[in-house]
C-alpha cells in the first residue's frame, strides 16, 4: 500500500519561502508520475505543480499561477518528492497535497482531463498560510 506524507507547511509573510517535502513508502511499481495540488476553503482542488520521469527523460507542469514561483523536483533514490515554493502570496494559501499514480502513459495528459482523479494515491496534507 502506497503511504505519503506532506512537511514543511506553515506560516510566512507575503514574499516568504516555504519548501514542502512528501516521504513516499510501499511504492511497487519502477513508475509513478507524481503532482502537488492545493485546496483552499470553499475552493476546488488545484493542480499546482506535476513531474512525470521515465528514469531518462523527466517533464514538469505547473499552474500558470506559480510559474517562475514554484519548483518541483523528486529524488527517486528516497522516494522523496519536493516543491520549492518562492514569492509567495496570500492567495498560495491552501492545504497542500501530495499526490501520486502508476498508471503506465502520459499523466500529464491524464491529469489535465481528469484532474485530481488521475491520481489514486494522495497524503493528508501539509497546510502553508501566508500573511500579508
Known amino acids: 500500500q502506497v503511504h505519503l506524507e506532506e512537511s514543511g507547511g506553515g506560516s510566512v509573510q507575503n514574499g516568504g519561502s516555504l519548501r514542502l517535502i512528501c516521504t513516499g513508502s510501499?511504492?511497487?511499481?519502477?513508475?509513478?508520475?507524481m503532482a502537488w495540488f492545493r485546496q483552499a476553503p470553499g475552493k476546488e482542488r488545484e493542480e499546482v505543480a506535476l513531474?512525470?520521469?521515465?528514469?531518462?527523460?523527466?517533464?514538469?507542469k505547473y499552474a500558470e499561477s506559480v510559474k517562475g514561483r514554484f519548483t518541483i523536483s523528486n529524488d527517486t533514490a528516497k522516494s522523496t518528492l519536493y516543491l520549492q515554493m518562492d514569492s509567495l502570496r496570500p492567495d498560495d494559501t491552501a492545504m497542500y497535497y501530495c499526490?501520486?499514480?502508476?498508471?503506465?502513459?502520459?499523466?500529464?495528459?491524464?491529469?489535465?482531463?481528469?484532474?485530481?482523479?488521475?491520481?489514486?494515491?494522495w497524503g493528508q496534507g501539509t497546510q502553508v498560510t501566508v500573511s500579508s
Open positions: 510501499g511504492f511497487t511499481s519502477a513508475y509513478y508520475c
Open positions: 499526490a501520486a499514480d502508476s498508471t503506465p502513459g502520459d499523466c500529464r495528459i491524464a491529469s489535465q482531463v481528469l484532474g485530481a482523479q488521475a491520481f489514486a494515491y
Open positions: 513531474i512525470d520521469s521515465d528514469g531518462r527523460t523527466t517533464y514538469t
